[in-house]
């Protein structure tokens, strides 16, 4: 019914994925987007929306709202509020402005390692202090160090939680945001929660629990980052939404958004509305195959002496230790074999690297060929 094996030339259409290694043989298995079309109510949508041929201004639909509302409640058992919901142009200027409402000048701002480098990046741009955690690997998974998170909380404002965590793929599971709210809650930090992978479940054994329906404490000193960009791959269209259920969080942080936070790009409101109403079986055979292609991934670079990739629980984002290999310069050495990854040094995690998989198998089996025929060759 949808063809995920279809490959399609986005090099004519400046896509930065493709942009970065124009005139090269090298794949790009970088950036988060990935390489599927988006689900054919959404371009449907589109297509219709830009036959009006007027683009002016434009607010959400009510019915978006209460798309999103009968979401939270079905796949989450989150009951929220229409006031609760704050549409923003992207995850991460949300992220930002979290950290210019919820610290104070000169504070610190919690994040851990590795992690989305805007995490990284974020407090320094307002000021603040970056107090770092590490993730540990614990049974196969990545997990947050909680007698670090427990320090730093002493004298910090803000936690920034990535959840699924980007990279790594974890699904915390509700004993691990319970421990992580119990030590906010001792030390009165505010979590910002990313949760933009939320949909992107592969363990289909584990479900995600929205930061905010944990508890009312966790809910009170709380903000929820969510957007459809990652799931139906329409991140250009610059189309998310914070939930924040404490009024006076939310107050602050609307307040903090005048004049500086764009509105959301209009054809991101149909796009999201489409993809909300008419995308979840799309969905569910997206998350079919990036199934198989995790799968083959993990099972093929397992194999190969001198590299470690822990089966990501969600995400179609691979984050492979590469330590033992004792490359000098890992990105050049994957480009120099036809394969654009990124460096997990822009994480936090130097010796590893991260692969996107969310593409056609031929093209994950083509990167993966290249790749151990070049350290094998080595």
């Not at 201004?57 to 019915?63: F, L, V």
């Not at 790009?265 to 796009?271: E, R, T």
């Not at 130097?350 to 994950?364: H, Q, T, V, W, Y």
């Amino acid at each position: 019914m949808f063809d995920f094996d279809e490959q399609i030339d986005r090099r004519p259409t400046r896509a930065l994925k493709w942009l970065k290694y124009e005139g090269t043989d090298i794949l790009p298995m970088w950036v988060a987007d990935t390489e599927f079309k988006a689900p054919p109510a959404v371009i449907k949508a589109l297509a219709e929306r830009v036959e009006h041929g007027i683009f002016g201004y434009s607010r959400p639909s009510n019915e978006l709202t209460e798309l999103i509302i009968k979401r939270m409640q079905e796949r989450y058992h989150w009951k929220i509020d229409a006031d609760w919901l704050v549409y923003m142009p992207g995850v991460v200027p949300a992220l930002n402005l979290a950290c210019e409402t919820f610290s104070e000048p000169n504070g610190n701002i919690i994040t851990v390692k590795p992690i989305y480098y805007p995490f990284l990046h974020a407090p320094g741009f307002h000021g603040r202090k970056a107090a770092y955690v590490d993730m540990v690997e614990v049974d196969g998974r990545w997990l947050v160090n909680l007698e670090q998170l427990e320090e730093q909380a002493k004298h910090s404002d803000l936690f920034l939680l990535c959840n699924p965590h980007n990279p790594g793929g974890t699904i915390y599971s509700e004993a691990e945001l319970l421990a992580i709210n119990e030590i906010a809650e001792r030390h009165n930090v505010i979590v910002c929660s990313d949760e933009i992978h939320c949909d992107l479940l592969l363990d289909e054994s584990q479900a995600h629990i929205p930061y905010a329906a944990l508890n009312e404490d966790a809910a009170n000193r709380s903000i929820v980052l969510m957007a459809p960009s990652k799931t139906f791959n329409i991140a250009g269209l610059c189309c998310s939404f914070a939930i924040i259920p404490n009024a006076e969080l939310r107050n602050r942080f609307t307040r903090a958004a005048r004049g500086i936070m764009a509105d959301v790009n209009l054809l991101g409101f149909v796009a999201a509305e489409a993809a909300y109403k008419e995308g979840d079986d799309w969905l569910r055979a997206q998350l079919d195959y990036l199934r198989e292609n995790r799968d083959l991934l993990v099972t093929r670079l397992n194999q190969v002496p001198g590299v470690k990739v822990l089966s990501p629980q969600a995400t179609y984002l691979a984050w492979i230790d590469i330590s033992a290999l004792d490359l000098e310069d890992p990105i050049g050495f994957f480009e120099q074999a036809g394969v654009g990854v990124s460096a997990g040094g822009q994480f936090g995690g130097s010796d590893f690297i991260r692969l996107n998989f969310g593409c056609p198998r031929a093209m994950l089996e083509e990167a993966l060929d290249r790749m151990i025929g070049a350290i094998n060759a080595r």
